[in-house]
């Protein structure tokens, strides 16, 4: 079982920034892909950013890219969103999730879930 903290959200204006953090307790990441997903108020779920476990690979969102930044650091196994430029559109509850294997950029694909950190982005 793979049990994830996010961390970091809070209030910030427009044009802020922000970093998550996804930290794992009780079994290490090894292995495991980690994506950030985020939710507004009456909308899906939905892909932002993911990182291989080699650290290889990204994704993300085309409304995030270059803007937001997606590391890990596995010695700490802690995973990172960096949030640059926020927008108010940004404003949304983000998760962090991790999986085996499989797409990482489909939400269906995830194995574990943390439990959330809001983001609010005043204009």
């Known amino acids: 079982q793979v049990h994830l903290v996010e961390s970091g959200g809070g209030l910030v204006q427009a044009g802020g920034s922000l970093r998550l953090s996804c930290a794992t307790s009780g079994r290490t990441f090894s292995g495991y892909a980690v994506g950030w997903f985020r939710q507004a108020p009456g909308k899906e779920r939905e892909f932002v950013a993911a990182?291989?476990?080699?650290?290889?690979?990204?994704y993300y969102a085309d409304f995030v890219k270059g803007r937001f930044t997606i590391s890990r650091d596995n010695a700490k196994n802690t995973v990172y969103l960096q949030m640059n430029s926020l927008k108010p559109e940004d404003t949304a509850v983000y998760y962090c999730a991790a999986q085996a294997r499989g797409r990482l950029r489909e939400r269906s694909d995830y194995d574990y879930w943390g439990q959330g950190t809001q983001v609010t982005v005043s204009s």
């Open positions: 990182i291989s476990w080699s650290n290889i690979r990204t």
